[in-house]
């Protein structure tokens, strides 16, 4: 098992187990949940576009906002200008980034649309410009997320992740999915692997890992420095110790149903107080599918919770059925 502290520009991380960014769930309640209960080496933000930012016309409690009690994070910016990633590099390092990553796989038609995204993995050199304005504008190391096969029908792999490096990126964290395999087929850890192999900075595999037996698999095929988990920790936000405990051998007690239940009405109550009630009830009808899953049959829950719409209500609701 490759579980271990991982080093990354000058910044000590204490282990290579990272919480990936989800938007419209990474926000800082989400991360101070896991936090406590999973110590990954840091969590993601949720994606940030930069252009926004830039132009002070992001909800800064949602997006900017980092609880004093929560471990590292990396902030992720989303955008194709030099000028706004510089901009908001700086503002993201005032607002206490640990780390700056720059997302360079986001799938969605309307951050295509604008040249992000994904749509960078076909020009690297603008890559490697976005690159260089965060490093010039912040004294955090700095990511790329990127996605595998860059140019359809044509592996880019290694030219993409080469010139990433190239221009002082200090970490590269890479999705095993096409962009246009969005999130359900299995990831292609061969081409993960062919990444690793090519980097001499710390490259970091993401994609399907969720369990000890998927976490052993992903490092043992790619070798990869460590490893991003993205949505198999949504409501089960412990499960990062239970993988370190579980790769030593070591016995790990999950949190019981009633522990579980309230776990999510804390998470609801801090979005509360970050946004407002009602936006933390409409959280609630996404966050229960996660935190339902494995415990119970998700009907008849989810099409009550579904009609929700504050806190006292949904609170008497996961007692009823998180017991
Ligand atoms: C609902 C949702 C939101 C996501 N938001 C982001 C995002 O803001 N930035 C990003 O780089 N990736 C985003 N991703 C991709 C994940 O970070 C991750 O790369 C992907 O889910 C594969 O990892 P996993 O199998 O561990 O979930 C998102 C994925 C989902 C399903």
């Known amino acids: 098992m490759h579980i271990r502290p991982l080093k990354v520009g000058r910044l000590q991380l204490n282990n290579n187990l990272i919480q990936g960014p989800l938007a419209g769930y990474s926000c800082a309640p989400f991360r101070l949940i896991t936090h406590r209960l999973g110590q990954p080496a840091y969590c993601t933000t949720e994606m940030i576009s930069a252009k926004d930012l830039a132009h002070r016309s992001v909800k800064p409690k949602r997006y900017l906002w980092k609880d004093p009690a929560e471990g590292?994070?990396?902030?992720?910016?989303s955008g194709d200008n030099p000028q706004d990633i510089a901009a908001a590099t700086k503002?993201?390092?005032d607002a206490g980034a640990s780390l700056i990553d720059l997302n360079c796989g986001c799938p969605v038609t309307k951050i295509r649309a604008k040249g992000a995204g994904s749509k960078l993995l076909?020009?690297?050199?603008?890559?490697?410009?976005l690159v260089m304005a965060a490093k010039a504008n912040t004294h955090v190391p700095v990511s790329v997320k990127i996605r595998i096969d860059s140019v359809s029908g044509d592996n880019n792999n290694l030219s993409v992740a080469k010139t990433i490096e190239a221009a002082g990126a200090d970490l590269l964290i890479v999705h095993g999915r096409h962009w246009t395999e969005k999130y359900d087929i299995p990831c292609n850890l061969e081409q993960i692997a062919d990444i690793v192999a090519a980097c001499k900075i710390p490259v970091i595999a993401n994609g399907d890992v969720e369990n000890i037996a998927s976490l052993k698999r992903t490092f043992e095929l790619t070798q990869c420095a460590g490893i991003m988990i993205a949505r198999a920790s949504v409501g089960r936000p412990w499960l990062f110790q239970q993988l370190q405990a579980e790769s030593k051998k070591e016995f790990f007690k999950p949190p019981s149903l009633a522990e579980i239940g309230a776990l999510f009405s804390e998470h609801l109550h801090s979005l509360a107080e970050l946004e407002t009630e009602y936006l933390a009830a409409i959280q609630a009808r996404k966050l229960a599918k996660y935190y339902i899953r494995q415990h119970f049959p998700s009907e008849p829950f989810q099409l009550k919770i579904n009609s929700c719409e504050t806190l006292s209500v949904l609170d008497a609701l996961i007692k009823t059925y998180f017991r």
């Open 91 to 93: 503002i993201v390092t």
């Open 122 to 129: 076909t020009e690297p050199n603008k890559i490697a410009s």
């Open 72 to 77: 590292l994070v990396s902030y992720q910016l």
